[in-house]
């Protein structure tokens, strides 16, 4: 059984930091496309950010470009998504996705796998 379990979320005030990581059990994930989701009350569930097969290439909404940073690591299965200088516009439940190609795309249609979201709270 394939699972993604994020973690890291919680409360931070503005401008602080928080560091989700996503592992992977039951399939290995290092040839494929890695995304972070978010949705927050009320809207559509939109993409943060995604990493290629071999993490050399990251795609990232337009929003939180130069905050946040995706990186994975091969070994333990597990990608991170680093979220710098947070703004309570960020406030939302976070997944993260496995896909089934090799580089991410915004569409989650092409997202096989999906975790159960992790809340990040971020306070003015």
């Known amino acids: 059984q394939v699972q993604l379990v994020e973690s890291g979320g919680g409360l931070v005030q503005a401008g602080g930091s928080l560091r989700l990581s996503c592992a992977a059990s039951?399939?290995?994930?290092?040839?494929?496309?890695m995304g972070w989701f978010r949705q927050a009350p009320g809207k559509e569930r939109e993409f943060v950010g995604g990493?290629?097969?071999?993490?050399?290439?990251?795609y990232y909404l337009d929003s939180v470009k130069g905050r946040f940073t995706i990186s994975r690591d091969v070994a333990k299965n597990t990608v991170y998504l680093q979220m710098n200088s947070l703004k309570p516009e960020d406030t939302a439940v976070y997944y993260c996705?496995?896909?089934?190609?090799?580089?991410?795309?915004?569409?989650?249609?092409?997202?096989?796998?999906w975790g159960q979201g992790t809340q990040v709270t971020v306070s003015s």
């Open positions: 996705a496995g896909g089934l190609g090799r580089y991410p795309e915004s569409k989650p249609s092409v997202y096989g796998y």
């Open positions: 039951g399939r290995t994930f290092s040839g494929y496309a």
């Open positions: 990493i290629s097969w071999t993490g050399a290439t990251t």
